[in-house]
């Protein structure tokens, strides 16, 4: 594996691309968040990817919080101070290729220190693709994750392999393709035993209409069902049932989204159809979140975002106000590479 041992491994996008933008989305088989990350098909990620077309060699990012604190001087002044506090660091480093190689993510207490830290390095093949991923945490190794394709179809991840951090596996994630679409996944225990299967149906324009999750012995567990329907003016709303038994839906996750992709309104109900959750978002002319008001129960937002550019026109600052009192500043610098350096 190109000199890596295994125990050493350890949204812009348009409506014809929201099957696959969805289907990475929702691609889960068990109860849990961390569970829902298993079946995720790594995927090679360039600057491009992100919306920069220019050559980069890293971006670094930090992100604050806003808060104010009142005093009163000497001359009984009233002053209000506004404060920065860090929350999350990170910085993504490309290679000559324009993939990204390697990631590191900071996070922040409330005094200013690192809380934890954690790295992601990527390893690709000559094609390209993510051939395995390892994780840390504190500068010590965590896990890895190791993938492999179709040596007939090269475009079609076959398994995933998960390592801990001695080198030894604790899953496998198989997937099996029928009309150039995954319609079953497995994942199996160390021993190659059925930990859960997973059953995928599609609608005839491809889009996912329905993903039903089964235990080790096949026991029916939960299920996921879809809905598409035009709306007008481009715009499609999509509808997620979340039912936790063959006939009771837990929840109902609406979204409607433009020509572009953008996701432009959310509704999330409950099983008594009783909405907790309802935002609307809004875009400028760069594609970039200008506004967003949320709905949630008793509680609600109204974010406004406004941007500067650096001199090739890529934001740099990100500053959001809620009903008018700032609330929160990124700070993003591109390193971009030179003729000599591609």
Known sequence: MANITLRAITYQYSFKCLFSVLFLTVSCFCTTKAQEEYTKVPKAITAESLGITSKVKSIYKIEYSISTAERTLDDTTHWVDTLLNKNIETTSYFNKLGYLSMKTLDSFDEKGKIEQSRTTRYYHNKDRQILALSHYIDHRFKDSIRVEYDHRHKDRV???????????????????????????????????????????????????????????????????????????????????YDYVGLYKCKQM???????????????????????????????????????????????????????????KGYWRTVKVSDKGTPVSKTHRVIEYRTNEEE
């Open 253 to 311: 996750i609406g979204k409607v989204f433009n020509s572009d992709g953008q996701m432009l309104e959310k509704t999330v109900t409950d099983s008594t159809k009783h909405v907790i959750d309802y935002r609307t978002l809004t875009y400028n002319d760069k594609g970039l979140l200008a506004t967003e008001q949320v709905f949630a129960g008793e509680s609600s937002s109204d974010k406004e975002y406004t941007y500067e550019f650096d001199d």
């Open 158 to 240: 076959e398994e995933l392999t998960y390592y801990d951090k001695k080198g030894d596996v604790v899953r496998y994630v198989e997937f099996f393709y029928r009309n150039d679409r995954i319609f079953n996944v497995k994942l199996r225990n160390p021993d190659r035993s059925l930990q859960n299967f997973i059953r995928y149906e599609y609608f005839d324009n491809g889009m996912l209409r329905e993903k039903e999750v089964k235990g080790s012995t096949m026991q029916y567990m939960y299920s996921v069902k879809y809905e598409y329907d035009s709306i007008g003016d481009g715009n499609i709303q999509m509808n997620r």
